[in-house]
């Protein structure tokens, strides 16, 4: 039972153009939204976050959105750089009052120069 | 340096063996928590650790899979009479619980079960 979906595993994006990753989750007591990005041999690092009484958190290049009638959540990326090229995790806090986070299964990100 | 590290980075063992993985968190973190990652999927929650509070073991897949932390320092993460199926990627994180939901991830133990 997937409650995060990332249902895109790649996605390849022109140089300057804009990325956009989609999550999906299926809980709605999930109250907190975070992406990760993850380079090869190493552990993924904090990217971005989003409270579930937001719908919007921007944060130079990236905006994450969240629709929480759809369960939905997306990162913006823009302009797309080569150095964003890596895998994408988003992940959701299973509900207030814990730290057990569910991460989906990632989408990897290629910019091509 | 001041990051998550984790021991071995990579481990090798037979079929029925046990292992032990090592994390030492950030100084000061009071969160830990450990992750598996098998090929092709995304990371699956095992185990945290949240100050002197009963640790949250509902991601254990198994009874061979057992996790303790000393204090808020290192956390050994133990897999008993492995399986071929334990081979993954194995990620510790740490965190500061003020700082909600940043955890900041060592760069994992890749674990193959021959």
């Known amino acids: 039972d997937q409650q995060v979906k990332q249902n895109s595993p790649s996605l390849s994006v022109q140089e300057g153009r804009i990325s956009i990753l989609n999550c999906d989750y299926t809980?709605?007591?999930?109250?907190?939204f975070l992406w990760y990005k993850k380079y090869p041999a190493e552990g993924p690092t904090f990217l971005i976050s989003?409270?579930?009484?937001?719908d919007k958190n921007e944060d130079g290049r990236f905006t994450v959105f969240l629709n929480k009638s759809a369960k939905h959540l997306s990162l913006h990326i823009v302009p797309s750089q080569p150095g964003d090229s890596a895998v994408y995790f988003c992940a959701a806090r299973a509900g207030r009052g814990t730290y057990k986070y569910i991460f989906g299964t990632g989408t990897r990100l290629k910019v091509l120069a | 340096g001041a990051g998550v590290s984790q021991s071995p980075s990579n481990k090798v063992t037979e079929k029925g063996k046990d292992v032990e993985l090592r994390c030492d968190p950030i100084?000061?973190?009071?969160?830990l928590y450990w992750y598996r990652q098998r090929l092709g999927q995304g990371l699956e929650f095992l185990i945290y650790?949240?100050?002197?509070?009963?640790?949250?073991k509902s991601g254990l897949p198994s009874d061979r899979f057992s996790a303790e932390r000393t204090g808020e320092s290192v956390s050994t993460l133990t897999i008993q009479r492995t399986q071929q199926e334990d081979s993954a990627v194995y990620l510790c994180a740490s965190s500061f619980v003020e700082a909600r939901g940043t955890q900041y991830f060592g760069p994992g133990t890749r674990l193959l079960v021959l």
């Open positions: 650790f949240q100050g002197n509070s009963a640790p949250d």
């Open positions: 989003i409270s579930s009484i937001k």
């Open positions: 809980n709605s007591m999930f109250d907190y």
């Open positions: 100084s000061g973190h009071t969160a």
